[in-house]
């Protein structure tokens, strides 16, 4: 060997070990930094060729493809599960247990407590106005439980659109990083800092959207979903909400591919990370469990107005106004059994009574004239408005029903028959009509609306845009369905199950409630974005009507208030109760002291209802008070289970965190070692290099 040889060997070595101590020291500075993985140093012998020899190096990052992806899923899963337990546990938090005096199922036992003891003395003032009370902080819990759960949606949907701002940034930094690492492949230099930081990117949109990371030919990484949608390669695609989806608020998540100007739903390409958790929490969770919540809502305010109805004030009123029922004229009565309309005077003295048998279609009097009537509203009406005649007046108009007493210082009262009482859609006249109220609603609170197959269905032409929702809320399709007037609702909902044909099924059952229903497993609910439809004069659309779609149904827990009439003035409130069965005109039927109607209230609380598929809980016949008690339940049980979920994919993510930690981390002994080694390298390399002065000089000296 030359001297020239030994002295480039030792040029080799002093600068393989320089690089290999700026590596180390490097690994040294970052044993703290998150997501920084080791370099590793490794010498490699130069062949001789052109007189040089020596030895170079190679410094790589050291990466464990398998770990990192297996980091990459997990991180996704823990994500997703942290916040689908986050907003779970909060939403359950809302409403609490009903054991609980703080929550809002609290609220409902003090209000028929309230009735009870107003039964003991029905004329006292401050009874009345203390039940009162309890009812309006019963339907100010219900309301405001209702904006703080939805407060929780909204803030879901922020959320959203931080993280998508958030993963557009990343998105966009990695493919620039991948630009910045290609060119330092090709050009031959290092390019482990940048790498560093793309990791640390990789890393961060991993927990946002679960991700798979692929080494590019010429450095850097191609990022795609996890079944194969690309994300990033040299250019970044653009996350962000769709704007083509009209009349919905919590619109879908859309992206533009890389170089693409169509946008691709996402949604249904995610099953982890944060997005994937805040659309769930958004989509699915908060919503069943809104759902339920306004079944819950719906149920008390049914459950009050069904005790009011049945009950009557002293002295009764002179008119009793009905709610907007979306009824129509020309719509069957579908009543059976009997109810009983009085007039009577301000002490509760019977003037006239008429026992309507719709079983029979005929009217008897009290002076045992018989009116018959067909099979229509219209046509019970007009049969009434001539039995009544001159005593009373019936109207019916825009959905809504009005019966007054014609006579001054007289009022109506309405009481079913105890032995065969009527009923439509398990309500009774007074209420299916609405007549006597207790708790008013904006829109209809039940959707039993006693229609049958055989109704015209009464809706002008009109649209409606359906939504079909997966099983996590996300919408994977639309479509347009039109509402041809004059078939009957039979008709109409065969024409629904062909739309929905593959998806679910339009069903109609003995109490008129139309449900759509999926058939198919990938399906959740079929939801309403849109509706152009009006039932004849009441300006009630189809989805208000039968309550189609999440929101309406939801909407029920809100806004509901004490009527109007009765919050200005409590003597309204209706605690006494008509015997108008078999009564003949002179006897007294009411009397102030009589509480039966109030009795009627509290014992509402424990009468069973039936109860449709709300959000998770299924359809029910069961009392306002056990309900509460399972949506109570409900709600802590998927608040427990999401968070067993969030410990376990912890777990999970802890041990893989572990063991690629152990492999691309850094260990200070070990560093501490390969850094003495590379010093000493590096010296006896200075020695050879010094060794080599030394016979240059004694060859220079010899000549």
């Known amino acids: 060997m030359s001297l020239s040889s030994i002295m480039s060997t030792g040029l080799s070595a002093l600068a393989a070990n320089q690089q290999a101590l700026k590596a180390t020291s490097t690994n040294v500075a970052n044993v703290n930094t998150v997501g920084y993985s080791r370099l590793d140093v490794q010498f490699i012998s130069r062949q001789a060729s052109g007189g040089l020899s020596g030895v170079e190096i190679e410094v790589t990052r050291v990466a464990n493809a398998y770990l990192a992806a297996a980091e990459m899923r997990g991180a996704a899963d823990v994500a997703s599960a942290d916040i689908l337990s986050q907003f779970m546990d909060r939403a359950q938090g809302l409403l609490g247990d009903p054991s609980d005096s703080s929550s809002v199922f609290s609220t409902l036992d003090p209000v028929f407590a309230s009735f009870g003891a107003l ?19 019963l339907l100010a819990q219900l309301d405001t439980t209702a904006e703080e759960l939805q407060a929780l949606r909204n803030e879901s949907q922020s959320r959203i659109v931080s993280s998508l701002e958030e993963a557009n940034s990343l998105m966009s930094g990695i ?19 940048a790498e560093t930081e793309q990791q640390r990117m990789i890393d961060r949109l991993s927990e946002i959207i679960d991700i798979r990371a692929q080494k590019r030919p010429l450095g850097g990484l191609e990022v795609r979903t996890t079944d194969g949608l690309l994300l990033v390669d040299l250019d970044a695609a653009t996350l962000g909400l769709d704007s083509t989806t009209n009349g919905e608020p919590y619109p879908s998540v859309v992206m533009m591919a890389p170089r693409s100007t169509t946008e691709t739903p996402l949604e249904t390409h995610l099953s982890g ?3 994937k958790g805040l659309l769930r929490a958004r989509d699915k969770e908060l919503v069943n469990l809104q759902l339920a919540f306004g079944e819950f809502a719906a149920g008390a305010a049914e459950a009050l107005n069904a005790a009011h109805n049945a009950a009557s004030t002293v002295p009764a009123p002179t008119s009793m106004i009905g709610r907007n029922t979306g009824l129509l004229e020309d719509d069957r009565l579908n009543f059976t059994g009997v109810t009983n309309i009085g007039i009577v005077d301000d002490q509760g003295n019977l003037l006239r009574n008429f026992r309507v048998d719709f079983d029979n279609g005929q009217i008897l009097d009290d002076q045992a004239n018989i009116t018959t009537f067909g099979a229509t509203i219209a046509d019970l009406q007009t049969a009434l408005e001539s039995a009544m005649d001159p005593d009373g007046t019936i109207s019916f108009a825009n959905g809504v029903m009005q019966i007054s007493a014609d006579t001054p210082t007289t009022g109506i009262v309405i009481a079913d028959d105890p032995a065969n009482p009527a009923a439509r859609a398990g309500r009774g006249f007074s209420h299916t009509f609405g007549l006597n109220d207790l708790v008013s609603h904006g829109q209809p609170l039940s959707y039993a609306t006693g229609l049958s197959a055989l109704d015209d269905h009464g809706f002008a032409d009109g649209e409606i845009n359906f939504a079909i929702r997966n099983q996590d809320g996300s919408i994977v399709r639309t479509f347009d369905f039109h509402v041809t007037a004059g078939t009957s609702l039979g008709t109409l909902r065969n024409q629904l199950n062909t739309a929905l044909q593959g998806y679910g099924q339009a069903t109609l059952d003995a109490n008129g409630r139309l449900s759509l229903t999926p058939t198919n497993t990938n399906v959740g609910r079929v939801d309403v974005l849109q509706d152009t439809t009006v039932r004849g004069d009441t300006s009630l659309s189809m989805s208000q009507l039968f309550g189609f779609g999440e929101q309406l149904p939801i909407e029920r827990s809100r806004s509901n208030s004490i009527r109007a009439d009765i919050a200005a003035n409590p003597n309204l409130l209706a605690a006494a109760q008509a015997d108008l069965a078999g009564a003949a005109a002179g006897t007294r039927v009411l009397s102030p002291g009589d509480g039966r109607g109030a009795l009627g209230h509290e014992a509402a609380g424990s009468k069973s209802r039936t109860f449709a598929n709300a959000g998770g809980l299924t359809g029910q016949v069961t009392s306002i008070s056990d309900y509460a008690a399972r949506l109570a339940g409900h709600a802590g049980v998927r608040a427990e289970a999401l968070d067993s979920a969030k410990s376990a994919a912890q777990s999970v993510r802890e041990e893989v965190r572990e063991r690629r930690m152990s492999e691309e981390g850094v260990n200070l002994d070990e560093e501490l ?5 590379y010093q000493q390298a590096y010296s006896a390399a200075s020695r050879m290099i010094q060794a080599a002065k030394d016979l240059y000089d004694i060859v220079l000296n010899m000549v």
């Open 119 to 137: 039964a003991v003395d029905p004329a006292s003032a401050l009874r009345r106005s203390s039940t009162l009370s309890d009812l309006t902080t």
């Open 175 to 193: 493919a620039k990083l991948n630009t910045s690492i290609q060119r330092s492949t090709i050009a031959g230099v290092s390019a482990s800092e």
């Open 273 to 275: 990370g944060e997005l």
């Open 673 to 677: 070692v390969k850094m003495t080694t």
